[in-house]
């Protein structure tokens, strides 16, 4: 305790030193006496939202009241971070020393180093940050050697931070003067980071680079530049190009980028200039395999002639896996079988194309069709699902029922460093939380990962529940890794937009794995991953409430929202789930585009067909999880038979768990 009141000690002479009112009475203090840890939680809630209003004061008061709180150095961390610059060397050095393996340990040491860079610290800088990775200390470290005439490995670590494909932090620009100065940036080193530049789609600095290079590569430079700008000028131009390796080049990089977006201009092209240039054959297979794949991707009727007279050697797993739906568009069932036989039989052994080897054996009228589904309908997912509804079976669902082990749950709660993954669950540092539990899992056996996911699962933290039981091997354990978060407002929404909540749960568990900040690349928040501008309009049309994105995280705010739109989509979609869960994932314009081109096909091969991945394989996950909150909800099978094969259930159907 004394050791930590020292070290704020000396915070708090910085704090005061910048005129801030700080009041400490250790003495006011009960000592000897732990707080509840509600108690301590609250005021360690409330000390972290005064730190994100800058009341210094009321963190350094909480730091020394909650000095028993597993959770404390979370405190002195941010109040540091905020006084980073006023902050002691070796203040600094010896509470990163002792939380070294904490979650907040990296963004307080590149903070640290930064402010030691901004102040010139350049010796200390040299102490502590010569195993960084970020750039801008790197090039602080360069220019602290420069300074210090430590010049011998100076050239290769300026010119491994230049031959980079974007702009580096303006902190480099004295170390890459200097490295200029002294003869070491070649047109050849110059070429290289172009050629970096434009694969990251860097133009601008592309341009820049061009100064560096000589007369030649200007020449092709320029040309590089035109094709990244001006792609159809530049594939028209090039025929009157002379044959020239940079020539054949730049012609393969534009049709690979055009084939991906319109096949049709890049065959077109291609044609054009196949005999004008003396093509290596690796270059002509690669451009011809790539207008071949996206010929299939658009499922055009030449296709599948187009993959049959590639090189066999350009025949991988993506080929034949197109040469499947190629085939499935146009119902050629013996290429479907012919293209999963060549498989290797790792794949052939997945139940997509164990599905699809069924289906083409009773598209055929072979008997075998009944075997092939027969070994795939014990199995619970979605093409287990639907080779048994097709036989007609009830689906099996066989749970896998876990256990409490007391004595392995006493000792993970014993473990400081899962004691404090959960506690920062439980005050809301989620992120802190996960990532803090990242590190226990990976020395947690099996077992002791299962009672830790139970213990997650108790905490109502399921998201950890549902990956602890993924890397446990226990895919079965479907209560835990189903769980049906937020009960009452999924049911109450649900019955006021006409949603069935086995279908919410099953888009909600595959949109966010019910984890309620959930936060996607694309902006996508929440439990259902609703974009903001989404929520603002589903909230203007339904008068729900909704005062900016943070309340998306918020279940109460998500939950209504998100099934408000889905009951929009329901009934846009004449209650086709294939299609709600397609433009809830893609979009409206996306389901529009491949409805208009395949409207008569039959659904399970509309959506193996479908061009974009992600939602190829997120419709039938979503399809599939309801089914199981079907199972959970002691109700009969109706998702898969109503969304999939379009027949209404049958009396009877139902669950069972006989393999």
């Not at 020394?64 to 404390?72: E, M, V």
């Amino acid at each position: 305790m004394m050791a930590r009141v020292d070290v704020w000690r000396g915070v708090l002479f910085g704090l005061m030193a910048c005129g801030v009112a700080v009041f400490c009475s250790l003495s006011a203090q009960a000592a000897d006496q732990v707080p509840e840890r509600e108690a301590q939680r609250a005021q360690f809630k409330a000390a972290w939202a005064a730190a994100g209003r800058g009341d210094q004061a009321t963190v350094l008061q909480a730091i020394i009241d909650l000095r028993d709180y597993p959770l404390t150095p979370f405190l002195e961390f941010e109040l540091m971070r905020q006084r980073i610059d006023q902050v002691p060397e070796s203040v600094v050095e010896q509470f990163l020393a002792r939380h070294r393996d904490w979650s907040f340990a990296g963004t307080l040491e590149l903070a640290w180093l930064r402010s030691l860079a901004r102040r010139g610290e350049y010796e200390a800088l040299s102490r502590y940050g010569r195993g960084s990775t970020n750039a801008e200390v790197r090039c602080h470290l360069a220019r602290a050697d420069l300074a210090a005439g430590r010049t011998e490995e100076l050239t290769a670590a300026v010119e491994s931070l230049w031959l980079v494909g974007q702009s580096q932090h303006r902190a480099c620009d004295p170390v890459f003067a200097w490295w200029r100065r002294q003869g070491h940036l070649t047109p050849e080193l110059a070429w290289q980071r172009f050629h970096l530049a434009l694969r990251a789609g860097e133009t601008g600095l592309a341009r820049y680079l061009r100064r560096y290079l000589d007369q030649d590569r200007r020449f092709w430079a320029d040309r590089w530049i035109s094709l990244h700008t001006q792609l159809h000028p530049t594939l028209r131009e090039v025929r009157r190009w002379q044959d020239h390796e940079q020539s054949r080049l730049i012609v393969e990089t534009g049709l690979l980028r055009l084939a991906r977006s319109d096949w049709e201009r890049a065959e077109s092209n291609w044609r054009l200039l196949r005999d004008r240039f003396a093509w290596p054959s690796d270059q002509q297979g690669r451009i011809e395999r790539e207008i071949a794949l996206y010929r299939a991707v658009a499922l055009d009727a030449g296709a599948l002639a187009a993959i049959d007279e590639l090189n066999p050697d350009l025949i991988d797993q993506q080929m034949l896996e197109w040469r499947v739906r190629a085939s499935l568009a146009v119902a050629d069932w013996p290429t479907v079988l012919d293209s999963i036989y060549a498989m290797p039989l790792t794949e052939q052994a997945r139940p997509r194309w164990r599905y699809w080897r069924g289906r083409a054996l009773a598209a055929l009228n072979r008997p075998d069709a009944a075997i092939a589904y027969a070994s795939l309908a014990s199995e619970a997912n979605y093409y287990g699902f639907l080779a048994a509804t097709r036989l007609g079976h009830d689906l099996t669902v066989c749970s896998e029922e876990l256990k409490a082990d007391g004595a392995t749950q006493r000792r993970l709660i014993r473990d400081a460093e899962f004691e404090r993954a959960l506690e920062l669950w439980q005050v809301g540092l989620s992120m802190h939380g996960r990532r803090t539990w990242l590190r226990v899992s990976q020395r947690l056996s099996r077992e002791e990962l299962r009672q830790a996911a139970l213990l997650a699962a108790a905490h109502q933290w399921h998201d950890r529940a549902i990956h602890g039981l993924a890397n446990a091997g226990s895919l079965r354990a479907y209560p835990w890794r189903f769980p049906m978060v937020e009960k009452p407002r999924v049911e109450a929404a649900g019955k006021r937009w006409n949603v069935d909540p086995a279908l919410v749960y099953g888009l909600m568990r595959a949109e966010s794995a019910m984890q309620p900040d959930a936060l996607s690349p694309a902006g996508a928040r929440g439990l259902l991953q609703l974009m903001p501008g989404t929520a603002v309009a589903v909230a203007r049309r339904h008068g729900l409430p909704y005062n900016g994105q943070g309340d998306l995280m918020n279940p109460a705010i998500n939950i209504p929202l998100g099934i408000a739109h889905l009951g929009e989509l329901q009934t846009r979609y004449d209650e086709a789930w294939i299609d709600v869960a397609a433009a809830y994932n893609a979009g409206i314009s996306a389901l529009a585009r491949w409805r208009s081109s395949r409207p008569e096909t039959e659904p399970d091969i509309w959506l193996e067909t479908l061009p974009f991945f992600e939602t190829r394989d997120y419709v039938p996950r979503v399809l599939a999880f309801a089914t199981l909150y079907e199972w959970l909800m002691q109700r009969p099978p109706r998702v898969l038979r109503e969304n999939i094969l379009l027949q209404q259930a049958l009396d009877g159907q139902g669950f069972t768990c006989t393999p």
